[in-house]
């Protein structure tokens, strides 16, 4: 063995013994050297063996940190969704999920919610105190109908880091992305219309579809790399479809981000069949590297690029402010922006604006993601320690989502309805699908701060999904 | 003559010789005894004769104010729209109206926003600030679905006032009124539909028409009573009418209330065809008199009315605070919500709710009430005095809005093109009809501190009214 070798096991062998626990950050260089009395190169090389072998990473400006062991964990498996145009429903378990979240006296662990106790978020409360005891009286009156001008300079400042060149014209403010998300499918669609989605899809899309009489056909989707393009390339061929929907980067619920070749791939086939897109970017900006990945949008030449998002994940949904750039159905879309809910709220677009436009918004993302990735991994190591063997995992680079699949005698609604006792509620997986598919799938947060009492509602979970799968093998036996 | 009359002639004189002007206080009783040296009674009979002339009018509590001379302005008349379902237009017209309001350099006379310059707001602002800067982390999340607790019961409280006993669970909280109305007609029509309107009638929810493919049947309505319910029951056994929307109560534009007995018949002619019927009370609480009218929903037996309000006209529609009260279509009506915006934002709610509940609403719903009134009467002496003769006027009992009548050669549209170049702008009367009805109308807000800069505004507008009007006499005798 040589010296970097020893070293690489010393450290491998804490690891292993719990010493140093899943996210944790390792000793630094320099006190590598000086415990364990080696160079710096040495110590570099031993680090590097552990990269090599996935057992840590190298987070720039932060240091070494202990990863989640892989091995054991698999993706989810890629959705194998009917291939035909559905109906929606699951309407009462979406409104389980949403009718009540402020005050709740449950443990929410299936929840969209971000993480707003961060001090980095003060800065937006101070500006929206500032501006109501100001009595500026622009916070009583109407706004412009396309939102706030300042903050539609902000959003397009922004949205370059995705890869889109917008005018402030292109972008119109909406009442958070689910208002841009159903000005833009009201805006491509008649009643009866066939909308290709990605699958599991966010369900607060779904229930747009169900709300205006579209059918949905749910397209195979990779975990990895996102829609299928050949499956919606043979779905184009056969169904008169009006748009695709897609979440691309980050998505809610699977994860993935589809490469970036892909979603120049996506455009040209849309542009192809001379089909609509509406990409849903509401986590993008939530990357745990940077530079983000770019948007569907970025490659979008004709404008036929809805894109939808807001900043109800970066900085809190609260306040309802989203963003909609509406490309070349802009005069449509605030049409339908104005019978919606006419001009959005005026002093939380002024805050957000400045909040952006003082650069508090990026010092803000940049922190929370640094937590969401850490505590990603320490999520996925619950759930690789309580949850039942073979699960499942998703392994976002992004957001604060995690997706869990599970052998299918798990069933996510009735896993809900036995975890009430302990007032626990996680978002069952036939939330995300029109064919109720997914059952045996859970949606977790990892946003929150990673407390013992969240380690133990989880253990609960994993005990329920095990106890559930120990009945259907129980079964099984005594029916053979 | 008797004393008391001599009294009144020297008051009527200085009226009539401006030195008592229109809305101004006139001297109390006590004041008029010193001056002309008379007993109490004497006064009190003079004033008495005064009102029963209708030149002056008493206020509780304030005293007694000149009122604009009624004798030359005639009411607008009955309307008598097409009698057929239409699909709505002027998409443009609206656009012009509601694309630009903070910051617009011109004076926008025909908009539609309060005064929200009295200090009797200036609570609401000092709570929204304090909410704010305690860094409260509710303001970050999603509220209710439903909206907060805490506001659904104060609405319930307010809609006392109205006649109706409605429990916070009856309620949803919207986006402003505009959404209510928006969830209210998706909630119970499909495209295509008929849906039956007063007419004139508040061009936000034509504009919903549009957007949902619907059809709207104007009903000819009176500008005293309002909608014809003759007329209503001969379109309800003529044509498949699926709601009834109408804005019974300071209605915008023609300023009518329905009588309390012409309301219980219109929901009794609803029951007896089965139909749903959709009540915008946005104005209901700026009534110049307590109580406040009645509400239509105050009839409602079996659920059939949606009542549609909010806090945009009385407090300011900057914050988008809005309600609905769904009746029996509360399940559809909350996924409607759910889907358009998902929850409202959370600090307005809360805000708002500590506003009413401290007793804040009421103080300046009364105070602003008391301004209107007299501006109404001031605004009405104006047009009295700069429009074309013969121009009928609406005398609204609350809200701030008059709608004006000129004759047929004024032509709204072209006004305002001429207006612009004044930076003067007004609401055209083809906004509230879905066949260019009412082009020769103009909607004014008098909501405004009316300063000589406002006044010297109506007198432009009025100028280039009677230079229409001159043009198409001109016209007509050179045709001659
Ligand atoms: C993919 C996706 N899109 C849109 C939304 C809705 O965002 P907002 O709260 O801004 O309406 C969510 C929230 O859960 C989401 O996950
Ligand atoms: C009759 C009527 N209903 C509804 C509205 C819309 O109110 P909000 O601004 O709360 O959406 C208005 C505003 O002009 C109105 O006049």
Redesign the interface.
């Known amino acids: 063995m040589t010296r970097y070798e020893e070293v690489a096991a010393t450290l491998r062998e804490r690891i292993e013994h719990g010493i140093y626990r899943v996210g944790d950050r390792l000793p630094s260089i320099r006190a590598v050297c000086q415990e364990l009395n080696v160079s710096i190169s040495t110590a570099q090389e031993a680090y590097r063996q552990l990269m090599d072998t996935a057992l840590i990473e190298s987070r720039p400006k932060s240091g070494y940190f202990v990863l989640p062991s892989r091995a054991p964990s698999v993706l989810p498996s890629i959705s194998r969704p009917a291939q035909r145009p559905l109906d929606i429903s699951q ?1 009462d378990q ?2 389980e999920l ?5 005050d709740d006296e449950r443990l929410l662990l299936g929840r969209g ?1 971000p993480n ?2 961060y001090e980095t ?2 800065p937006l ?2 500006t ?3 501006l ?2 100001s ?1 500026d ?10 939102g ?1 001008p300042e903050l539609r300079q902000q959003v397009a400042r922004l949205a370059i880091t995705s890869g889109c060149l917008l005018h402030p014209d292109d972008i119109v403010i ?3 992305c ?2 841009a998300l ?1 000005i833009a499918l ?1 805006t491509l669609t ?2 009866g219309d066939v909308v290709a989605v990605d699958s599991p899809s966010f369900y ?1 899309t779904m ?2 579809l ?3 009489g579209l059918k949905a056909l749910e397209i195979p989707t990779d975990p990895q790399t996102g829609i299928s393009l050949e499956a919606l390339e043979l779905a184009l061929e056969q169904w008169p479809i009006r748009a695709i929907q897609i979440t691309p980067t980050f998505n809610n619920p699977l994860g993935y981000t589809m490469p970036e070749a892909r979603k120049r791939a996506l455009f040209q086939l849309a542009q192809r069949f001379d089909v609509a897109i509406i990409e849903d970017d509401i986590y993008g900006d939530l990357s745990f590297s940077l530079p983000r990945p770019r948007t569907v949008k970025s490659f979008d030449d004709d404008g036929r690029v809805m894109l939808c998002s807001g900043f109800s994940k970066t ?6 402010v989203g963003w909609l750039a509406p490309g070349r159905y802009r005069d449509q879309a ?3 922006k ?11 677009q002024l805050a957000v604006a400045e909040f952006v436009a003082k650069g508090h918004y990026e010092r803000h993302v940049r922190f929370a993601t640094r937590q969401y990735q850490r505590q990603r991994d320490i999520m996925i190591s619950w759930v690789q320690r309580y949850f039942p063997k073979g699960a499942g995992i998703s392994y976002p680079q992004g957001s604060f989502l995690l997706w869990v699949e599970l052998p299918a005698a798990v069933d996510g609604v009735r896993l809900n309805q036995r975890l009430a006792q302990h007032a626990i509620h996680v978002a069952p997986g036939s939330l995300f699908s029109a064919s109720g598919k997914f059952r045996q799938c859970l949606r977790l947060n990892y946003a929150f701060t990673l407390t013992p009492e969240i380690e133990a509602a989880v253990r609960t979970v994993g005990e329920f999904a095990t106890e559930m799968v120990e009945e259907a093998q129980g079964h099984a036996v005594g029916v053979n």
């Open positions: 309407w979406v409104l949403v009718a009540t979240q402020r919610v707003f106790e978020l003060r409360s101070k929206l105190a500032s109501h005891r009595n009286l622009h916070g009583f009156n109407y706004d412009k109908l396309s706030s909406t009442t958070g689910q208002e159903s009201r008649q009643p607060g229930q747009i169900k709300a205006n900085v809190g949904p609260g306040l309802r605030l049409h339908m104005y019978v919606s809910t006419g001009a959005s709220a005026t002093l939380p």
